[in-house]
């Protein structure tokens, strides 16, 4: 019997038809891929699967009956559990509230039993690797962390469907295993799984079938293990797959010109008391540098640190040989360094303003003369990027908050690149963004790095960090313990020069011991 | 009903990260005790200078005064919290207040529950109202009860003859609850401490308290979770407009009349007395029981202006002001902190 069914559903906003006679069904016990572009509908799917959006036309089934719920409360009653792409959490409750929000351990009175609730929620999260503190606030744990939370919680529940739109967006490898265990562990329990994500490599190794949505459509459903890579891609972009085999794995062209000796960033000796433990680094222009290591070997650090968003206990930072005098953010962006954080939630676009505006926003004072601003340029300044980028919006007037995820992850992107920086830190840069428009991405980095800027490149994709970066400087502990350059660069290189600062430090440790 | 699932074993994390996560445990816990129990002590802080500086500040009257005169300010203040953990704010409570002490000396007429169910009755209706134009409308909470508050307002002049006529509150009964004491402390502190307890448990332990807090961190990860958003919603502001309606319905027993004149600005004060209690304003964390520290804070501000006596009275207001700056520029910088470790 068919688990969870929709047919011939459409959901239209103003000015986008975001499903168009949609058919999707999910059987007992199967991981079901669901892929497209971004914008192409999944989320709107998932959103009306579980009653959040009712859908204009066609009908939901579930295990055979036809169902319409009113909110995302009746489809969790009814067995449905959901990890939702944006918001999922709390940030201000405690973890365990989080864990527990409306399914409570109650006394005998009916009052929240919060020790119980704490010692539970502490069980809970162990197994899935997290060690904290349950009583802290959700939004203090990393990204990756909360994210595990969120799987937790929609596992916990006596589910017969699990729904995952981009669990492993904001993971580390490690995190993703433990994902993959709790997904096969749940197909061996007969509970079936709607599975979204953009890393092909994870839809090959966990997923059964596959359902492919373009445009709002169903361009494609059947068993995942028949379709070839290639085809798969060229299925979701609409493509020729000789169009897309010739253009390769990542948009990267491989080596860049160094313009020049002198550095455009030198950062020296950065220290943060837990975090950093002198890094150096230098980057000259027209040079990608990539930062490799393992999770908390502290990347994301380094890049918040010269950014300006992560304090400094010691270290000086240089722009083209000037010295940064005031420590922010702000002193960072005015001496032309560029950040794209890790957490794209808190910061970066409004999402009540326009698309148009929100890479205004960013390009004025540059292009303000006198206080005045050409509309034209921006137009094309705007024009060009969302072209670009492949930004999937209904006119440039179109809210940020109503795009899909993908497409509020590419307008930060343009508004970042659209700052002509002299220095751009990129954290995650593809993170979200579908195949396509990932080589876009790296495309538009090599052409800005052609153009003399000088790129840090922090990315989870080894293939990412390997083909963009002409030298990969690794870290682990916050100390940096190699630098590959030239042929080294390589996923082989990576890993040994990790696997060897690793065992060295474990030997540290075992001498330190023993004296 | 938990769902039995075999993860794999994952590698110990290295001990310098445990290190990590345990100081920034600790470090969390601070700051939030901090921010939930700032109030508290700087309040024990003020309450010690006064004792050391005016003697009459310390005598056991004193202190009666004190907390009969916050009486009604408190049981205000309790629901506004409710209002604002849900990020919203109710500008309504001072007209409802100064409404709910009219109709409640009018209502005494027929006896002393009469007295405090008419006031209930008709805030409470405020409240829905409020509350269900908020939820279902998507309306600014700002807007809602600004319009509350001038419509409640409106309802209390034509009552009152525009304000000209006094009622006086005929129950004998409803008369005695406002100016007796059990054990010392009037009749109206013991209500206000009962509420706050009660207030407590339900902001404290239990799944309303829960959606609360939930809605005000995030109300569209609320609703994706499962809280009844709009049901939440609802509620709190009803509770906000009973809360003020008793407020007025306590403040008419004790002065024996339904006083037209008075309530102007409450509402300001009842959100002060909250922000400086460690609520925040933009919702989501914040305790009832900072709320009374909030709420006493103030009234021993003014207590003490009075006591110096040569001083303005009106600068009780500046000092309840610079406090409250001083709060929210305190509790952003908290906030902060406690995001950037
Ligand atoms: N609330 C909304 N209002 C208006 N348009 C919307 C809204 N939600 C989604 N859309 C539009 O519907 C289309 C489909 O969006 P959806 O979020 O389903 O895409 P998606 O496949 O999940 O993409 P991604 O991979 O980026 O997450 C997009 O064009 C988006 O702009
Ligand atoms: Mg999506």
Redesign the interface.
Known sequence: MTLLEVAGVSKTFPGVRALDDVSFALQPGEVHALVGENGAGKSTLIKVLTG?YQPDDGAVRYRGEPVSFG???DA??AGIS?I?Q????????SVA?NLF????P?NAL???D?RRMNREAAD?LT???V???V???L??LALGAQQMVALA?A?????KVVIMDEPTSSLEP?EV??LF??IR??HA?GIGIVYVSHRLDELYQICDRVTILRDGRVVHTGPLEELERIRLVSLMLGRDMAEVRREGVTGFTGEHEVQGAQPVLRAAGLRNR??LHGVDLAVRPGEVVGLGGLL?AGRSETLKAIGGA??LDEGTVEVAGAPLRRRTSVGAVKAGIALLPEDRK?EGIVPSLSVRENIALAVLPRLSRLGLVSEKKIDTIVERFMTRLRIKASSPHQRVGDLSGGNQQKVLLARLLATAPKVLLLDEPTRGIDVGAKAEVQALVDELAAEGLGVVLVSSDAEELIEGADRVVVLR?GVVVGTLDGADVSTEGLLRTIAAASSAAASAATQEEAS | MTQDVTVPPIAPPPESALRDERRADRLDRIVGTVQRQGALAVLVLVAAIGFAAFPNFRSLANAETILISAAPLALIALGMTFVIITGGIDLSVGSLYVLGGVVAAYASQWGVLAAFLAPLLLCGAFGVVNGVLVAYTRMAPFIVTLAALLGARGLMRALSNEGSETYLVRSEAFRAFGSGEFLGLAYPVWLALALFAGGAVLLGRTRFGASVYAIGGSEDAARLMGVAVRRTQVNVYVLSGLLAGLAGAVNAARLGSGVTVIGVGVELDAIAAVVIGGTLLTGGAGTVAGTIAGVLLLGVIQNLINQVGSVNISWQQVISGAFLAVVVVVQTYLTRLRRIQ
């Not at chain 1, 929000?101 to 409570?104: A, H, M, N, V």
């Not at chain 1, 596992?155 to 589910?159: E, F, T």
């Open positions: 959040v909110t995302p409360l969790q009653r959901t939702y944006e918001v999922n959490l709390v940030p201000l409750m509230r929000l409306g399914r409570e109650r009916g009052l929240v919060e809970v197994r899935y690797g060690r904290t503190d009583r802290r606030q939004g203090t919680r596992v916990m529940v006596d589910a490690r295993e433990t265990g709790v562990d749940l329990q837990h975090k908390g992560l304090p808190a502990d």
